[in-house]
């Protein structure tokens, strides 16, 4: 057990349709991390948080958004589906503080977003 | 931004087997971590490793970042270790984001 957790673990919803998917960090760890995991795509970086302020952006659609909040659980929000956003998401989480801390990233056990 | 090539794409071995996974990455990486994805779709941390060599059991990790590659060893193999393997290397220190490399897929067969 990573010690980050996601949910829900499966949504399956139509396309048009938009969903939050939610996901609570390791205990003490700042940073929170999107990843889409799709067929054709593999697994890429979507967006980063820390403490609460935006830190990072990768391919993210302007369809999608995400916060993190100040108990520093973080939600990506995923609007106006379309087939082709099918794909496992992941959070994953890292260290507490710039000094004296790895920043290994504990990845959670995804959410699996199903668009029919 | 940073690319990275994983070889070979796809692999089978029987138990008992050992075997190398390599992960080339194109520019100078702060730091690299080694993930295993089972079946189920988790991805579990095995190393992370900037430069040097790590042992776990039966796994073991070399990153030469001068030369712009990582190494995962898998030896005396088990039906367990199937699935993929991903390389991820991390371009700039602290908190940021990971580049996963196209994996390399296991099937370990009894």
């Known amino acids: 057990d990573s010690g980050v957790t996601q949910t829900p673990k499966h949504l399956i919803t139509a396309t048009g349709q938009r969903v939050t998917l939610r996901c609570s960090p390791r205990?003490?760890?700042?940073?929170v991390y999107w990843y889409q995991q799709s067929l054709d795509q593999g697994l890429q970086f979507l967006i980063q948080y820390y403490n609460g302020e935006e830190r990072a952006k990768g391919n993210i659609l302007e369809r999608f958004s995400a916060q993190q909040f100040p108990d520093l659980h973080s939600e990506l929000n995923l609007s106006s589906l379309e087939l082709g956003d099918s794909a496992l998401y992941f959070c994953?989480?890292?260290?507490?503080?710039?000094?004296?801390?790895?920043?290994?990233?504990?990845f959670g056990p995804g959410t699996r977003l199903t668009v029919t | 931004g940073i690319q990275v090539e994983q070889s070979p794409p796809d692999l089978i071995l029987q138990e008992g087997a050992n075997s190398t996974l390599r992960c080339n990455f194109s520019?100078?990486?702060?730091?690299l971590q080694w993930f295993h994805q089972n079946p189920w779709g988790q991805l579990i941390n095995l190393f992370y490793i900037p430069s040097g060599t790590k042992q776990n059991g039966r796994l073991s990790a070399t990153t030469v970042a001068t030369e712009r590659y990582s190494l995962l060893y898998i030896s005396s193999s088990q039906t367990t270790d199937s699935g993929v393997y991903f390389c991820a290397p991390r371009r700039y220190s602290g908190n940021t984001p990971l580049v996963f490399g196209k994996g390399t897929r296991l099937s370990v067969i009894a």
């Open positions: 520019d100078s990486v702060n730091n």
């Open positions: 994953a989480s890292s260290g507490g503080t710039e000094e004296g801390v790895p920043y290994e990233q504990y």
């Open positions: 205990s003490g760890d700042l940073s």
